[in-house]
């Protein structure tokens, strides 16, 4: 009987009660039991089988909870020196927290950007800051900024339809970028982006792009990142037969003030991507005339603006002026990956 009353204590003091086993006690902060509290104990049949005192039993369950390890804190944001009464708190409530107020000056009209947004996204880039329970915090401040990037890819929008009319005029929510990272297959797992963008196609999110990222990071660009195999081959094969198109679009001089000098050997125009060929491709001999657009498998390029610039009024203008350089590039590469180009049949035509 001794040894049942030593295992139904040490049940009670290392793990949750038993099924047979009610406590009602309070703890106090010290976790202590007060005498009053022992009243509050209740115990059903089965735990009257032990031969111990149940004031024993409250006992040793005090002190083994004194020997266990001490209970890991779970991640808060830390509180706010405040006055409790001033939210009239209940007991046991504390405050974690207090949701920080979107900006009430320093408002811009719709196709401009405030330095309200540019030092909303520089807090993003501050790890302490770029948590899910700070940016709960600060969701009114996000939601000025979202909104502020709406109104100002709708302005846009209309101004790139007059540059080029194959994009159509798609509402923002269609055109702008979700704010949250994919972490899935990432080792970053870093939950918010540290920029605002959007694109334009006449195909969907893939062609135009604009970002807006502090430290003179926005930028502009336009091209085909990574194309699929079937598309990379017909702008291979359309290289192989006449590439003096593409070559024209990317040596423009407006273009190369923009992009660089089309070169190969370094990061400029489209050439020096990550992804290109250190060899010549599969059945193409290094010797060929145009062996330096062949080794490309990325055709894109892209023109950085300064913060200045982007808070500019004319800002929004700024990237039409570049989308207008731009566009020949894009529907080059539109036209070389959805038909192969006979040069015998455009000279007949002409």
């Known amino acids: 009987m001794a040894s049942r009353s030593k295992k139904s204590t040490s049940g009670a003091s290392s793990k949750s009660p038993r099924k047979g086993i009610k406590l009602s006690a309070r703890k106090k902060k010290n976790n202590e039991v007060t005498d009053s509290d022992e009243s509050e104990v209740e115990y059903d049949s089965d735990a009257l089988d032990d031969d111990e005192d149940p004031s024993t039993k409250k006992r040793k369950r005090k002190?083994?909870?004194?020997l266990g390890?001490?209970?890991?804190?779970?991640?808060?944001?830390?509180?706010?020196e405040t006055?409790?009464?001033?939210?009239?708190?209940?007991?046991?409530?504390?405050?974690?927290?207090?949701?920080?107020?979107?900006?009430?000056?320093?408002?811009?009209?719709?196709g401009q950007i405030s330095q309200n947004t540019m030092n909303f996204l520089m807090q993003l880039k501050d790890p302490e800051c770029n948590d899910r329970e700070w940016f709960k915090l600060h969701d009114p401040v996000y939601r000025q900024a979202e909104q502020e990037w709406k109104d100002f890819i709708e302005v846009f929008t209309e101004a790139l339809i007059e540059v080029d009319g194959q994009i159509p005029p798609l509402p923002p929510k269609d055109t702008i970028h979700r704010i949250y990272r994919d972490v899935r297959f990432s080792n970053d797992k870093t939950p918010y982006k540290q920029n605002?963008?959007?694109?334009?196609?006449r195909t969907g999110r893939k062609?135009?792009?604009?970002?807006?990222?502090?430290?003179?990071?926005?930028?502009?660009?336009?091209?085909?990142?990574?194309?699929?195999?079937?598309?990379?081959?017909?702008?291979?094969?359309?290289?192989?037969?006449?590439?003096?198109?593409?070559?024209?679009?990317i040596s423009a001089p407006d273009f190369v003030r923009y992009?660089?000098?089309?070169?190969?050997?370094?990061?400029?125009?489209?050439?020096?991507?990550?992804?290109e060929l250190k060899v010549a491709p599969k059945g193409v001999p290094k010797t060929h005339k145009d062996i330096d657009l062949l080794k490309c498998r990325t055709f894109a390029v892209s023109h950085k603006f300064s913060d200045a610039e982007v808070l500019s009024p004319g800002f929004k203008n700024a990237l039409a002026?570049?989308?207008?350089?731009?566009?020949?590039?894009?529907?080059?590469?539109?036209?070389?990956?959805?038909?192969?180009?006979?040069?015998e049949d455009e000279s007949d035509g002409e």
Do not use: Y
Not at 330 to 336: A, F, G, Q
């Open 63 to 66: 002190n083994s909870a004194g």
């Open 69 to 80: 390890k001490k209970p890991r804190p779970s991640k808060k944001i830390k509180p706010v």
């Open 83 to 110: 006055d409790e009464e001033e939210f009239d708190l209940q007991d046991g409530q504390e405050v974690i927290g207090v949701v920080v107020k979107a900006p009430e000056t320093g408002q811009v009209p719709p």
């Open 196 to 201: 605002l963008s959007a694109s334009f196609t």
């Open 207 to 249: 062609g135009l792009f604009a970002g807006f990222q502090p430290g003179n990071e926005s930028m502009l660009a336009a091209g085909s990142w990574c194309p699929g195999k079937n598309e990379l081959d017909m702008i291979r094969s359309n290289i192989q037969r006449d590439p003096s198109r593409l070559r024209q679009v």
């Open 259 to 275: 992009f660089g000098e089309a070169k190969a050997g370094a990061r400029r125009n489209i050439f020096g991507m990550e992804d």
């Open 321 to 343: 002026e570049v989308a207008t350089v731009v566009m020949p590039l894009v529907h080059c590469l539109n036209d070389m990956m959805t038909v192969v180009l006979n040069v």
